[in-house]
């Protein structure tokens, strides 16, 4: 016998009409007596929470009266008539609080009070309901010791995120010993201290991301971290941690990020890395005391986006095979090293790269004309402070998203590319002290968006090209000591946001511009050794912040500095200086 389809659907659609009508009775608003008991049991409890509330500026708990379903309340997610999640992130509540009141939400499994003002003591974690999974804390105002068997008391949680906070004490030994679920922990920016080295970290295979960062962590690393096999990202960077980098790090196959930037590291850089090379994506580990070569083992990273290995005393060649597979590269920092050999080709294999930072190195040999349009994407190119020689070659004009290009402390000759002015994104052209030699190309005024022109101490010669004043965003020009001759353009005062001018030791001649007076954000003006006539205008002197400089430089009448809210704290603060080792200025100005 066929079923007629009619009834059959109407069979099954009943217990539907049934099973939505008792949802949309919880779910509704109405007057407590609609509800179940539990329901209100946690609509109490909700209530005990909001009497702490102190401050909330947004009216967000208005809604929050007993009369009312909770599960309609602002913040308040419910299943079955359960309250499941309370999510109040970023509502500026303010109080002294604790989670006593919550104790008795059974169904509670989401939990998120970040980006807000409460004070809230860490003994408090304890009275959260025993099936959290996920617990958002992050700049809550939470403050105290970091409880010893937190995850014992709470097993069943995912995800916990305390950072921002004002944790303090040393890590518990436990921390990670009864974790089998958690596979986020985030215990960033606190005042955390003690050694990782003593703690009993295993049964952490769930475990994803790890981040201490920005605390006060001593002492080494622990092996047993590569106990969590399936970590993705750890991140340990601003702490106290001293030692070496343990090979056992080699034994992460799922590690995408590598921060332990900002420490005390000592000894070489593991080889055995390269044997995460198959997930890696970010690795920093700048500003350490890392000493050796780069590992030729780094590759085989061929997911790598992000290498940094800045501020550390890294010595030896830079291997050019190193980046021949890293297509994916977007940011290379190796500033601040010892690293010599000759200046990589193997660049322009690197497609995607927008950052690269070679500064206060020892790299020699020519800047490769290869390097464009291969790393198509650069945007920042920084080789200050090197042993690079030869010419600035005209190929750079083929990088079109080039922002920065920072040739400074060279040996670079010859003269400036006008193809440089087809750099239509170009904010900076830096290259003082080198031997660059010719006229300053007039062609540079096609680059609407420069900002700071630092030529200083080379061998420029002709006459200022007035071109350069289609460049309106001009904020820094520096050409002193060159041989630069002519008058000093009129226009000067058509540049409204120019705050340092350094013309001195040229052979400009003629009278000081009275335009120069237009000028209002002007900082700093240095016209000395020159055959100028005439004065700066009086109406700089008068603009507010203005003072005289003293000491050697007093009573001389081209010099000027205006010092508005002492925004100007002297040369070693000024931009032509950024990214330089300050012995290495001293031994530029000898």
């Keep these: 016998m066929v079923t007629n389809p009619s009834h059959f659907l109407f069979s099954l659609c009943l217990p539907l009409f049934f ?8 779910q509704g608003g109405g007057s407590s007596s609609r509800f179940s008991p539990s329901t209100k049991t946690d609509a109490e409890a909700l209530l005990l929470f909001k009497k702490t509330v102190a401050n909330d500026p947004a009216n967000v708990l208005s809604q929050w009266q007993l009369e009312k379903n909770p599960c309609t309340w602002y913040g308040v997610t419910c299943s079955l008539g359960r ?51 996920h617990l958002e804390l992050s700049s809550s105002g939470l403050s105290g010791v970091l409880p010893e ?29 009864y ?61 106290l941690i001293t030692g070496n980098i343990p090979q056992s790090f080699g034994d992460f196959k799922s590690l995408q990020i590598l921060d332990l930037s900002h420490n005390y590291l000592t000894g070489w850089i593991p080889s055995e890395l390269g044997n995460s090379c198959d997930s890696l994506l970010e690795l920093k580990l700048s500003s350490n005391n890392l000493t050796g070569t780069i590992p030729v083992s780094f590759s085989s ?25 890293l297509g994916l590269l977007e940011s290379l920092i190796l500033a601040n090293n010892k690293i010599f050999g000759s200046f990589p080709t193997s660049l322009a294999s690197c497609k995607k790269l927008r950052f690269l930072d070679f500064s206060s190195n020892q790299f020699s040999g020519i800047i490769s004309p290869r390097i464009c349009p291969g790393a198509e994407s650069l945007e920042e190119l920084r080789l200050a402070d090197n042993l690079i020689t030869g010419q600035i070659p005209a190929e750079l004009s083929l990088c079109s998203r080039l922002k920065t290009i920072d ?16 750099l239509e994104n170009l904010e900076q052209l830096i290259a003082w002290y080198n031997g660059l030699e010719g006229n300053i190309p007039s062609d540079l005024g096609k680059c609407k968006n420069l900002k700071d022109l630092i030529l200083n101490n080379n061998h420029l010669s002709g006459e200022i ?38 013309l001195a030791n040229n052979s400009l001649s003629g009278q000081i511009p009275g335009q120069l007076e237009n000028c209002s954000s002007l900082v700093w003006l240095d016209l000395n050794s020159n055959r100028l006539t005439g004065e700066i205008p009086a109406r700089l002197g008068r603009q507010l912040g203005a003072r005289a400089l003293g000491g050697i430089l007093s009573g001389n009448t081209l010099v000027f500095v205006r010092n508005v809210e002492n925004s ?11 990214g330089i080792r300050p012995e290495r200025l001293l031994q530029a100005w000898a």
């Design 83 to 133: 309250v499941t999640q309370l999510d109040l992130a970023g509502s500026n509540l303010a109080g002294y609080v604790s989670f006593s009141s919550l104790s008795s939400l059974d169904f509670l499994t989401l939990l998120n009070l970040s980006s807000n003002s409460f004070t809230l003591n860490s003994t408090s974690l304890f009275q959260l309901p025993h099936g959290l999974i």
């Design 301 to 325: 990273c061929s997911w790598l986006k992000v290498l940094d290995l800045s501020n550390n005393n890294l010595t030896g060649p830079f291997s050019d095979s190193i980046l021949q597979s």
């Design 568 to 578: 100007c704290k002297g040369v070693g603060g000024l931009l032509e200086f950024a």
């Design 465 to 502: 090209p007035v071109e350069l004043f289609n460049c309106g965003n001009l904020e820094w020009i520096s050409l002193n000591s060159n041989g630069l001759s002519g008058k000093i353009p009129l226009e000067f005062g058509l540049l409204s946001r120019l705050a340092v001018l350094q």
């Design 149 to 177: 068997n937190l995850f014992t008391k709470y097993p069943n949680l995912v995800f916990a995120n305390l950072s921002f906070n004002n944790l303090t004490s040393f890590l518990p030994e436990n921390l990670l010993s």
């Design 407 to 422: 040739f400074s402390l060279n040996y670079l000759n010859g003269s400036i590319p006008a193809e440089i002015g087809k």
């Design 19 to 26: 099973i939505a009508s008792s949802l949309a009775a919880e």
């Design 179 to 239: 974790s089998d679920k958690l596979e986020v922990l985030d215990l960033s920016s606190n005042n955390l201290t003690g050694s990782m080295a003593t703690m009993r970290i295993q049964n952490c295979n769930s475990l994803q991301y790890l981040d201490m960062s920005q605390n006060h962590i001593i002492d080494s690393l622990p092996n047993s971290l590569s106990n969590c096999t399936n970590l993705r990202s750890l991140n340990l960077s601003y702490n």
